[in-house]
């Protein structure tokens, strides 16, 4: 995959939204917070600039281990018979899984 259709956040192996730099809303606020925070950390400096940091890149891991796992969800989705459509009405609630 060309690095210029992957997502720009660090991490995620996803492709971008076509017109987008991210594959999704979650990804543009990390990097959103990574931006922010760089901007804080210069400010203020010390343990709570660290810790803050260190709190920013768990974030990062956490969301891209997320995105692998949904998906692993769809995958396993699709081979329940689950289609595309079905997927994105599920996610959105209007459609209900049966028991
Ligand atoms: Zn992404």
């Known amino acids: 995959m060309s690095s210029r259709r992957k997502c720009a956040r660090e991490g995620c192996t996803k492709r971008r939204t076509p017109g987008r730099e991210y594959c999704s809303m979650m990804c543009r606020s990390v990097v959103d917070a990574f ?43 699709k081979e329940l018979g689950i289609t595309a459509a079905e997927w994105h009405a599920i996610q959105d609630g209007a459609l209900e899984a049966t028991e």
Do not use: P
Request: aromatic share 10%; charged share 30%; net charge negative.
């Open 35 to 77: 931006e922010r925070t760089e901007r804080v950390c210069r400010a203020i400096t010390g343990t709570e600039s660290d810790e803050l940091w260190v709190s920013l890149v768990a974030l990062n891991d956490a969301v891209s281990e997320y995105r692998e796992r949904f998906t692993a969800a769809w995958i396993h989705a």
